[in-house]
Every structure is written in C-alpha cells, then in structure tokens.
C-alpha cells in the first residue's frame, strides 16, 4: 500500500513532493490523493505510475535490478541519474544539465574504453574514471 498521510500529521509533502507527484499524475489525482490520504494497493501505485516494480519478494527484484547494471559504466549510471533528476526543472535547464552530463562523459577513460571495446567486439571494463 501506499498512501500521503501528512495532512493528517498536520503538515503537507516536503522536499518536493507535491510538485513531483502532480507532475507524474497530474492536478486532479494530487488533489484527490493528498486530501483523502487514500491509500492505493501497490498494483494500483505501479498503473498509475507511482512505483515501477511490484514484486512478491523485493530483495531478490532489487538483485535482478542490480545484475542489470552490471555492464553499465558507472559515471555513466550516476551522469543518467543527474540528468533525470533535472527533468522536474524548467526544460531549458534540464536540457542544460543533460548537455552538461554529456560533455563531462564524453571526455571520460570510461567512454574511449567503451569505444576501443566496440571496436574490438569485446565487453568494456570501465573503472568509473
């Protein structure tokens, strides 16, 4: 279950919370949420867009998660995390943000290894330089 108990706490979301979760589910739903402190099942939360993953057993679907990864560059992974974080910002400055990020990777160890690893049709090995 997940619910926006705080009205009831006597305080509202902080760090954002509100303007994230109308961003992601717009006005109306916000509204509904935040009032009523209605609670949605975790299937209900994951259609709406709330969470990404339900999963019996969350510790084995953080592990699948994180196999996943594996063969990311990590620079890269947290340079993603950079630029998705500034898409709540007003357009220009998270294009700005992602050009940034960009830029910064493009010049890294990590992405001339992924290059000669292309070239040679082997994995990379990046070492987060």
């Known amino acids: 279950m997940i619910a926006f108990p705080q ?3 006597g305080i ?7 303007e994230r979760l109308s961003a ?19 299937e209900a939360a994951r259609q709406a867009g709330l969470v990404g993953i339900v999963a019996e057993d969350a510790r084995r679907a953080a592990l ?5 990864l594996e063969g990311a560059a990590p620079l890269a992974i ?5 630029a998705l974080r500034a898409l709540g910002r007003p357009s ?7 050009a940034e ?6 010049f890294t160890e990590d992405h001339r290894e992924a290059e000669r ?7 990379a090995t990046f070492h987060g330089r």
């Open 7 to 9: 009205l009831r706490l």
């Open 12 to 18: 509202i979301p902080g760090w954002d919370g509100m």
């Open 24 to 42: 992601l589910m717009g006005h109306g739903i916000t509204m509904r949420l935040l009032l009523t402190g209605e609670r949605l099942s975790a």
């Open 64 to 68: 699948e998660i994180a196999a996943a």
């Open 78 to 82: 947290r340079g993603a995390k950079e």
């Open 92 to 98: 220009a400055e998270a294009r700005q943000v992602a």
């Open 101 to 106: 990020v960009f830029a910064r990777l493009w």
């Open 117 to 123: 690893a292309f070239a040679e049709k082997r994995e």
